[in-house]
């Protein structure tokens, strides 16, 4: 079978916008130059695998994302000798410490815990997963880098569960930045982890549709179930030896870097559509922000409003609606190509959150105030 570009990825996604997703090999069958055998790792994944024999596996994950896929490997019958996990966090308003989702899901199959707060040297999680003896090591949102001797300890690699169509969207948030960019679509890619940044060979994907109001909340939720599903068959597709990794072509990669807090801040020179696609994508952190009267203004809803004429980053307040002037449209919706933002929801700093009528009662904000100041 020929690999499938992510152009055709994309196409398939959109016809199946209401309907079933498929996922895609991104390799051929296995075959060598000649000899008529498949590479070693498949081979020893076949062996390990065909006749009932189960891999044994390590399991690296932390957050929610990551329960699917282990639920997964689990029902699939594969043995799950340990999970590795971020060590316990304090949260929430009491700052009580909290375990991650796959340690509490762990305890519940009774299976061992490493929370290691260092990999790299650290000799005594070595010996851990030495003793281990995995087959495999799978890693999904673990948030760690693997170092080599950890890359080099199974015999059938390290596998990863990648939020995006790769080579696209590399790096640590994936998900966020395909919704902030507007995307119609992404998906899932498993692949083998090498030393570089979700630069390994790709095994399979599958491209997920995204619809023009979901956040990555919910894009997020979607993904951790089709690649739950993924994973699973990327293992069986090794097992058979019908997949083969396919390196990723760099001049189609991008990056997905890490989030920071002033990603959130509101650029109303940006159209309507992008300033929501960004509040869309950063949920729930860093959100969405800008300021009024010097101080504070979180939006936690929002949506493209239909106005014209306004000016951009000024308040036009119409009965209980509170609207923002954007950027000119590419597509010049209006007269004088300016685009808006209705704001639904607001807290101003050192208050509660509450719905743009209440704001509005409240603190009297008028047409012609402006934002970002």
């Known amino acids: 079978m020929k690999s499938i570009a992510e152009g055709e990825v994309k196409e398939d996604a959109e016809r199946r916008m209401a309907g079933s997703i498929t996922s895609h090999p991104i390799s051929g069958p296995a075959h060598s130059t000649g000899s008529g055998e498949v590479d070693a790792t498949t081979r020893s994944l076949r062996e390990a695998v065909e006749g009932g024999t189960k891999c044994r596996l390590v399991f690296c994950g932390t957050p929610e994302f990551a329960v699917p896929a282990l639920e997964a490997v689990i029902a699939a019958g594969h043995e799950v000798v340990l999970a590795v996990t971020q060590p316990d966090r304090a ?16 305890a519940v199959h009774g299976i061992p815990v490493a929370q290691p707060e260092k990999i790299r040297s650290n000799a005594e999680f070595r010996l851990q997963l030495e003793a281990a003896r995995p ?30 169509l790769l080579p696209k969207y590399r790096g640590a948030a994936p998900v966020q930045w395909a919704v902030a960019n507007g995307e ?121 409003g239909t106005e014209e004429g306004m000016e951009v980053g000024v308040l036009r307040v119409r009965g209980e609606e509170m609207m923002a002037g954007c950027g000119g449209s590419p597509q010049g919706g209006s007269q004088n190509g300016a685009s808006v933002v209705v704001l639904d929801e ?16 409240g603190f009297q904000v008028r047409s012609g105030e402006r934002l970002g100041l």
């Open 184 to 304: 119609r679509v992404t998906g899932v890619t498993t692949m083998r982890i090498d030393e570089g940044l979700d630069t390994g060979e790709m095994l399979l994907a599958r491209a997920v549709p995204i619809a023009a109001e979901e956040t990555a909340v919910e894009v997020f939720h979607s993904l951790a179930e089709v690649g739950a599903d993924l994973m699973v068959e990327t293992l069986a597709g090794l097992a058979r030896g019908t997949l083969v990794g396919r390196k990723q072509v760099e001049a189609e990669a991008t990056l997905a870097p890490i989030l920071t807090r002033e990603d959130g801040a509101i650029d109303f020179a940006r159209t309507a559509r992008q300033v929501y696609d960004r509040w869309r994508g950063f949920q729930p952190w860093p959100g969405a922000y800008t300021s009024l009267r010097g101080k504070k203004l979180i939006v936690h809803r929002m949506h493209v």
């Open 135 to 164: 087959d495999t090591i799978l890693v999904v949102a673990y948030g760690r880098i693997l170092p080599r001797w950890m890359l080099e300890l199974p015999r059938l690699g390290c596998i990863n569960l990648h939020g995006s």
């Open 346 to 361: 607001v807290q101003l700093e050192g208050k509660r959150r509450m719905s743009a009528a209440e704001f509005l009662r």
């Open 91 to 106: 949260a929430g308003r009491g700052m009580e410490m909290q375990a991650s989702a796959v340690k509490r899901l762990a």
